[in-house]
C-alpha cells in the first residue's frame, strides 16, 4: 500500500521564478492538503482540495495556487518566488467523511523549496 | 490567540523515565485530536490519534483528552534516545471539511 508520495525531494529557484510541486495520496484517499512549514514551525495550512476543487484555504497570497486531478493527485504552483518562500512543503492526504471524527491525515516526504 | 498552543521546549528527560506533551486548543468544536512526531529535516509521522475524552493506550504511547479543559497530552514511557523529535499537537473539526490546525512542536530530547 503506497504512501503519500512528493516529488521533487528539494528544489533550488531563484527569486521571481515559479514552481510546481507535485503530491500523490495514500491509496483509497480522496482529498489533498498542502502545507508550509518554515525552520522551526509547525505547519501551516496553504490549502486543501476535493473533488478537483480548492475547498479551503489558508492565509497565503494568490501567488500560491493548485491544482488536483481525477486521480486525486494535486499540484502545488507557486508564482512569483521569494526568498520567504524558501520552506518544507509538505502535501498530506486523508479520506473525507461527512460529519465523522475518523480522518486522521498522512503526510509525503516533503519538497524542500530553496529560493535564492 | 493560536488555535493550538504547544510549549515549544526543549524537553529534556533522561532515558527511561516518562516524558509528558502538553497541548491546548481554542476551537470547541474540534472533535478530533492528533499527535505527530518529526525527527529534523523529516515530515510528520502520524503516531496518536484520539477522538473521547480520556486515555487511550498504544504500546508506549498514551494520549489523553480533556474536551472541557481543551487540553490534549501525550505520555511517552520508558523513554528511549530515538524518541528525541519534535512532537507536533494537531486538531480538527468535521464542520471544517478536515482542516488540521498545528501547534508549533515541542522539541523533546531524550538523553542516554
Known amino acids: 500500500d503506497a504512501g503519500v508520495t512528493q516529488s521533487p525531494t528539494h528544489l533550488i529557484k531563484t527569486r521571481g521564478q515559479q514552481v510546481t510541486l507535485r503530491c500523490s495520496p495514500k491509496s483509497g484517499h480522496d482529498t489533498v492538503s498542502w502545507y508550509q512549514q518554515a525552520l522551526g514551525q509547525g505547519p501551516q495550512f496553504i490549502f486543501q482540495?476535493?473533488?478537483?476543487?480548492?475547498?479551503q484555504r489558508g492565509n497565503f497570497p494568490d501567488r500560491f495556487s493548485g491544482h488536483q486531478f481525477p486521480n486525486y493527485s494535486s499540484e502545488l504552483n507557486v508564482n512569483a518566488l521569494l526568498l520567504g518562500d524558501s520552506a518544507l512543503y509538505l502535501c498530506?492526504?486523508?479520506?473525507?467523511?461527512?460529519?465523522?471524527?475518523?480522518?486522521?491525515?498522512?503526510f509525503g516526504p516533503g519538497t524542500r523549496l530553496t529560493v535564492l | 490567540q493560536k488555535e493550538v498552543e504547544q510549549n515549544s521546549g526543549p524537553l529534556s528527560v533522561p532515558e527511561g523515565a516518562i516524558a509528558s506533551l502538553n497541548c491546548t486548543y481554542s476551537d470547541r468544536g474540534s472533535q478530533s485530536f492528533f499527535w505527530y512526531r518529526q525527527y529534523s529535516g523529516k515530515s510528520p509521522e502520524l503516531i496518536m490519534s484520539?477522538?473521547?475524552?480520556g486515555d487511550k493506550e498504544d504500546g508506549r504511547f498514551t494520549a489523553q483528552l480533556n474536551k472541557a479543559s481543551q487540553y490534549v497530552s501525550l505520555l511517552i514511557r520508558d523513554s528511549q534516545p530515538s524518541d528525541s523529535a519534535t512532537y507536533l499537537c494537531?486538531?480538527?473539526?468535521?464542520?471544517?471539511?478536515?482542516?488540521?490546525?498545528f501547534g508549533s512542536g515541542t522539541k523533546l530530547n531524550v538523553k542516554p
Open positions: 498530506a492526504s486523508s479520506l473525507y467523511l461527512p460529519g465523522l471524527a475518523l480522518n486522521e491525515q498522512f
Open positions: 494537531a486538531v480538527n473539526t468535521p464542520y471544517n471539511f478536515n482542516k488540521f490546525y
Open positions: 484520539i477522538y473521547s475524552n
Open positions: 482540495y476535493y473533488e478537483e476543487e480548492e475547498r
